[in-house]
């Protein structure tokens, strides 16, 4: 974990309330794991922001968010040239896999650390299938890039207004019926214990990437506590915010 002043690169609006900023230098970090981000200018607010890596190379760290509330409106305000306070990268990312064929399940702005493993898996020459779902066509981001990197796409909207009608996990089944692939997923909670649940009934490796309020990051706070399969508690923040499926839901037999 290094704290790192960062340059914007490039900071640009993709669809209503999402946006993609792209900072400069390199911060190490793996699929999965995410930073935290001082937003504004002033010392308020005064908690940082996590965001997933949506993307990292040697020389930028790009985010994907979406404006959810104060602290993001004002990084959504923040200009090409400014600098940003940068905590990273923290928590466990995607582990590597030994399968051939990767699916990957993502649900609104779940699509985020999605990007960055998708091209990892990609160099690693592994067969990725994907599977995007929104609400509505609105909130469809970097469709056309995803096409292009994947062997199979199926997009869903809930509303039918891009792709199928219906929610993203309603097309599981069908797509992982002929592989033996293993299961990346991030999205809402509801959309994650559904994908766990299929994966468990297909016997297939499942791994999701969970969304929690944090405050520190750091695993001090307990602000970000989920309670698992097992009963006890685990730290989105340290613990995760990438888990096996089967340690935190549970399914009755």
Do not use: W
Not at 27 to 35: S, T, Y
Not at 75 to 84: C, D, E, S, V
Not at 102 to 118: D, H, Q, T
């Amino acid at each position: 974990m290094q704290k790192k002043k960062m340059e914007i690169l490039e900071h640009e609006q993709l669809a209503d309330d999402i946006f993609r900023l792209k900072l400069a230098g390199d911060i190490g970090a793996r699929p999965g794991q995410f930073v935290q981000v001082g937003v504004a200018s002033t010392l308020e607010p005064f908690l940082n922001r996590p965001f997933s890596v949506h993307n990292c190379t040697e020389s930028s760290l790009t985010l994907l968010y979406r404006v959810v509330g104060r602290g993001t409106r004002l990084l959504a305000q923040r200009p090409k040239g400014a600098i940003l306070s940068v905590v990273g990268p923290l928590g466990n990312g995607f582990p590597r896999t030994k399968k051939r064929q990767a699916v990957l399940v993502a649900g609104g702005i779940g699509v985020a650390p999605l990007y960055y493993l998708l091209h990892t898996l990609r160099a690693e020459g592994k067969d990725v299938s994907f599977l995007y779902g929104t609400k509505t066509a609105a909130e469809i981001v970097l469709e056309n890039e995803f096409r292009s990197l994947v062997q199979e796409f199926h997009l869903t909207t809930e509303d039918g207004s891009a792709g199928k009608q219906g929610f993203v996990t309603e097309l599981l089944p069908q797509v992982l019926a002929e592989k033996q692939a293993d299961i990346f997923a991030c999205g809402p909670s509801a959309m994650l214990r559904a994908v766990a649940k299929i994966a468990t009934q297909m016997d297939l490796t499942c791994f999701v990437s969970l969304e929690a309020e944090m405050a520190c990051g750091v695993g001090a706070c307990l602000g970000c506590v989920v309670t698992g399969a097992d009963g006890n508690y685990r730290r989105v923040c340290t613990d995760g915010p990438v888990f096996a499926a089967g340690e935190v839901f549970s399914f009755d037999s």
